[in-house]
């Protein structure tokens, strides 16, 4: 293997879009959470899918790493050039190639942004739904099967990606699904590619289902004397029917940190934050039904917001999840962590997330997709503390070990990256082999980021 002989190559390739200074490595060394910096040896910027092919043939040969990169706001370190190599930056590949309006779709490329994208759609009456909170890239979207808060309604990045070219490791170009909304052809490999986390091909292009944007949107907020009441509020709601298009839990510590970032001035209980889309007269309606419901749980304070200034300070608050259990934590690097459970047993693993966190002494917020049965916990640690790290470790260990015990994942939406691999084996038993045999099928060199998602062999 012969790094120096692949970046030699790739600076004929590429020019001054290959940098090794090391401001450019240490940026793209950096990430959200805990992990160590973890810097490339070099930063690649392509600019088309012919570059991103070259790039991986001379890769290949060499034995050199490739980790793709997008808006590097992954929570389990995928976007880390943990053996080094190449960090293939898709920035520049970020247009929007076709807005198909009477099919809902769209042909992007991997380093538009989900924002930018919806931007650009103001003017069509369509929008793109997958809202992971942070402005992610599309490409890095796809590569984590993102979801976030309106996934109850309108499903995740599997449910909103119909179609996909990719580079092979050997630079193959394929194409991978089609515009039709199904098929019956074949092996599935764009949705193989989803969520392979860049371990399998480097995806260049996506298209990806829009949605109509609802002639009202109404959101709105109340408050529970217990997670366990606010959880059973929102099994009864699914049950019922109601079509909601979010619903989000926050526990007493996350209000708490909402506090004291957003300055919220919430009462410290746990809270839903909802969100109804529909016609006026359905939105009202969708509204009184909740409200009903919510009133047998025992729910207070129930307001609404149907403004869009309103309706935004709401959501940008929940999406400063991270950045308030951060100020909770008094500046402390967190430690995200998530699960997702069927919803019968949520408030079981809420509740003993909870009690496993004070019983170790650590400082935790929980916010969930309570939908769909997916929580995220926030732990404030100190990196440079290897006792409260080493608890740390315990609680999203023990975490893991209860989202399986009551029949879910140990993944919702962060997907495995660095921080998750270790729990493979517990949730896939032998079907972990057969993975590994696509990623030797598909990569045989192992070049396409390497250390992550599957677990070194035992």
């Known amino acids: 293997m012969n790094h120096e002989t692949a970046l030699s190559e790739l600076s004929g390739l590429l020019g001054d879009r290959l940098s090794t200074s090391m401001a450019e490595r240490e940026l793209h060394g950096q990430n959200e959470t805990y992990y160590a910096a973890m810097p490339p040896d070099a930063v690649a910027y392509p600019e088309t899918t012919a570059e991103v092919s070259e790039i991986l043939k001379i890769c290949n040969a060499h034995g050199c790493p490739v980790t793709a990169y997008g808006a590097a706001s992954s929570l ?36 538009l942004t989900r924002k930018f994208l919806n931007e650009e759609l103001r003017a069509t009456g369509l929008f793109f739904s997958v809202d ?16 976030g808060t309106t996934a109850v309604r309108y499903g995740t990045m599997r449910e909103n990606v119909l179609a996909l070219e990719a580079v092979m490791a050997d630079g193959t170009v394929i194409r ?140 940008a608050m929940r999406h400063d999840a991270h950045y308030a259990s951060a100020a909770l934590g008094r500046g ?23 009690t496993d ?5 650590l400082t935790c917020t929980i916010v969930g997709h309570v939908g769909d049965g997916n929580f995220h916990a926030g732990l404030s640690v100190d990196p440079e503390d290897a006792e409260e790290m080493a608890r ?50 598909f990569d045989p060199n192992n070049i396409l980021n390497p250390g992550k998602l599957l677990p070194a062999n035992a």
């Open 76 to 111: 389990e370190g995928q976007h880390l050039a943990r053996a080094g190599g190449i960090s293939l930056d898709m920035a520049r590949m970020n247009r929007v190639l076709a807005v198909n309006a009477e099919d809902m779709n769209a042909v992007v490329q991997p380093g």
């Open 132 to 147: 992971p909170g942070a402005d992610a890239s599309l490409g890095g979207m796809a590569a984590t099967r993102a979801s």
């Open 176 to 315: 991978t699904g089609t515009k039709a909304r199904k098929s019956s052809t074949g092996y599935d490999l764009a949705h193989l590619l989803i969520g392979s986390e860049g371990t399998l091909g480097i995806i260049t292009e996506l298209t990806v289902r829009l949605h109509g944007i609802p002639e009202m949107t109404a959101a709105a907020t109340c408050r529970f004397d217990s997670v366990e009441d606010a959880v059973n509020c929102v099994i009864t709601t699914i049950q019922a029917g109601l079509p909601m298009a979010r619903i989000e839990l926050l526990d007493e510590m996350m209000v708490r940190g909402f506090n004291a970032y957003s300055h919220a001035g919430l009462p410290e209980k746990p809270h839903l934050f909802l969100e109804f889309h529909g016609s006026t007269a359905g939105v009202a309606d969708q509204m009184d039904t909740f409200g009903t419901i919510a009133d047998e749980f025992g729910a207070e304070a129930f307001r609404t917001a149907t403004t869009t200034e309103d309706r935004n300070a709401l959501w």
């Open 332 to 354: 402390k690097h967190i430690w995200p962590t998530d699960v997702c459970v069927p919803i019968s047993r949520l408030a079981e693993a809420v509740v003993q997330a909870q």
């Open 357 to 361: 966190a004070r019983e170790m002494g």
């Open 392 to 441: 740390a470790k315990e609680f999203t260990d023990k975490l893991a070990r209860t989202g399986l015990r009551l029949g879910g994942t140990v993944s919702g939406e962060h997907g495995i990256g660095i921080g998750k691999r270790q729990h493979m084996a517990a949730e896939h038993g032998d079907a972990l082999g057969f993975m590994r045999r696509i990623k030797a099928g």
